[in-house]
């Protein structure tokens, strides 16, 4: 283990601790991951299955090859095949994020897309934040239907699972599963009033024009 893949396993770990802190997930729910190459093979650092955030180690991050297996002493995320599918069809994905938070879920479990509610939609890529088909979870299939959710986006829904997001680092990751939560909650909220207002495209098309410079990026990157 070289000296840059133990600060990524670390900083994996403490983003891991950071899903509860942040809303988002309780016991040992949801999975991060983090682009990585170990020698010299191209790959990523994913949490363990079923082991307490607050138990992890250093050496309790399983190094996935883009081929699907594995390197270290624990079994991978039961969800590894979403992140490798990701990291292999969206080179902007650096880091990604699967969380049970309470509010996407329960969006989830109604199939229901994100429509243009609110304009923070954009942030995601588009004018709606996609529901992926129901597939079992830790399946091919459950990859499949999440690739094509988030084609053009950095997030979706999980249908009766959850919600998955990526960004350019861990810490970015978890910042946008916090705003996709929040955006959950909005809508949810708005919905038991009346039916929300939806924005139109053309009004959604300037939006996510606008959030292609936003904040402090350089002109050479841009953060979805």
Aim: glycine share 8%; aromatic share 8%.
């Amino acid at each position: 283990m070289n000296k840059q893949n133990l600060e990524l396993r670390k900083a994996l770990i403490a983003g891991a601790l950071r899903i509860k802190a942040c809303g988002l997930g309780r016991g040992t729910s949801g999975n991060l991951s983090v682009r990585a190459a170990e020698n010299g093979e191209n790959g990523f650092l994913v949490t363990p299955s079923g082991m307490p955030y607050d138990t992890l180690t250093p050496d309790d991050i399983v190094f996935m090859r883009l081929d699907g297996t594995s390197a270290g002493q624990r079994k991978p995320s039961s969800e590894w095949r979403i992140h490798r599918d990701l990291y292999a069809h969206r080179n902007e994905a650096q880091a990604i994020l699967h969380a049970h938070s309470p509010f996407a879920t329960s969006l989830s479990c109604l199939h229901r897309d994100i429509p243009a509610f609110h304009y923070m939609t954009a942030r995601f890529g588009g004018n709606s934040v996609r529901c992926a088909s129901y597939a079992t979870f830790g399946t091919q299939e459950l990859s499949a239907a999440a690739l094509r959710a988030m084609l053009d986006r950095s997030a979706c829904l999980l249908s009766n699972h959850g919600m998955l997001v990526f960004g350019s680092d861990v810490s970015h990751a978890l910042c946008l599963g916090v705003e996709l939560e929040e955006l959950c909650e909005h809508y949810w909220r708005a919905s038991l009033i009346g039916h929300p207002v939806i924005l139109t495209d053309s009004e959604m098309k300037v939006i996510v024009e606008k959030f292609a410079a936003y904040g402090q990026q350089s002109q050479n990157e841009k953060r979805i």
